[in-house]
């Protein structure tokens, strides 16, 4: 999704919890938490949120040259119809709702906004309602993804490949973000597929399907992965083979 300074993404909620991440530009989110605590905070490049299945939330561009990330849900069948709208309501129950004559909310929209232009927030404390009954949330719905030291191992250069490896616990969904990638899965009974990927392009692969990634490009490539699970598993080829009893075969020295 892309937003334009001050553009609006009215409040809504979904069915499925809802995984992003900022690929450009900056972003402000809203959310109202279980508890009834108020969540305002400036997302950047690199940045993800996580809001659970229910939870409503707005979104708001930031950056003049725009804002752009990627939505994640984790229902296959996720539909953007499906999703629940504040300003849906206010046609029929509004009034109802309030117990007050149905003209004192003539201004307000009939029909859904979905996204509209909004003007340029100021800053958090600007913005953050107060009044009887209004607290912060304890909870924390933004994560900064890129301040995390980062795992360092060699390659990752043209012609780098990540190693053979698979996922017990879920299947992994890949964004590419920069560079050209080749991924080759091996599925049962001697079967195989590879595929060549750019920015913007989606890859799956099945749990326990084993696979690898080559950089094919002239640069490094950067890819995110993304897995249905709490925990991140995963098993190498290389590790297996070098840490199998040598009874069950003869072990690799390059993977000792």
Same mark, same amino acid.
């Given at each position: 999704m892309r937003l334009d300074e001050g553009v609006i993404r009215e409040l809504h909620w979904h069915k499925e919890a809802e995984w992003a991440y900022v690929l450009e530009g900056s972003?402000?989110?809203?959310? +109202? &938490?279980?508890e009834a605590g108020n969540f305002i905070d400036d997302l950047e490049k690199g940045d993800l949120w996580y809001i659970s299945s229910?939870?409503?939330?707005? +979104?708001?561009? +930031?950056?003049?040259?725009?804002?752009?990330f990627l939505l994640i849900f984790d229902d296959g069948h996720f539909l953007e119809e499906s999703t629940f709208i504040l300003t849906d309501w206010f046609g029929l129950v509004i009034a109802k709702n309030f117990h007050l004559a149905p003209e004192i909310f003539a201004h307000v929209p009939a029909s859904?906004?979905?996204?509209?232009?909004?003007?340029?927030?100021?800053?958090?404390?600007?913005?953050?309602?107060h009044g009887r009954g209004v607290k912060k949330s304890k909870y924390q719905f933004k994560h900064r993804m890129l301040t995390q030291k980062p795992k360092v191992t060699s390659g990752g250069e043209p012609g780098a490949?990540?190693?053979?490896?698979?996922?017990?616990?879920?299947?992994?969904?890949?964004?590419?973000?920069?560079?050209?990638?080749?991924v080759t899965i091996f599925a049962a009974e001697g079967q195989a597929r590879t595929s060549n990927y750019v920015p913007?392009?989606?890859?799956?692969?099945?749990?326990?399907?084993?696979?690898?990634v080559e950089n094919i490009g002239d640069e490094?490539?950067?890819? +995110?992965?993304?897995?249905?699970? &709490?925990?991140?598993? &995963?098993f190498s080829l290389c590790q297996w083979m070098g840490e199998t009893p040598s009874q069950n075969g003869r072990r690799l020295p390059v993977c000792r």
């Open positions: 972003v402000r989110i809203t959310v +109202l &938490d279980y229910g939870v409503p939330h707005a +979104l708001q561009g +930031l950056s003049p040259n725009g804002s752009e859904e906004k979905y996204i509209f232009q909004g003007s340029k927030p100021g800053s958090i404390d600007d913005e953050m309602p490949i990540r190693e053979m490896h698979w996922h017990p616990n879920a299947d992994e969904w890949s964004f590419f973000i920069r560079g050209r990638a080749r913007g392009d989606v890859g799956i692969v099945p749990k326990n399907m084993g696979h690898f490094p490539f950067e890819m +995110l992965e993304v897995f249905r699970a &709490d925990e991140f598993r &995963d």
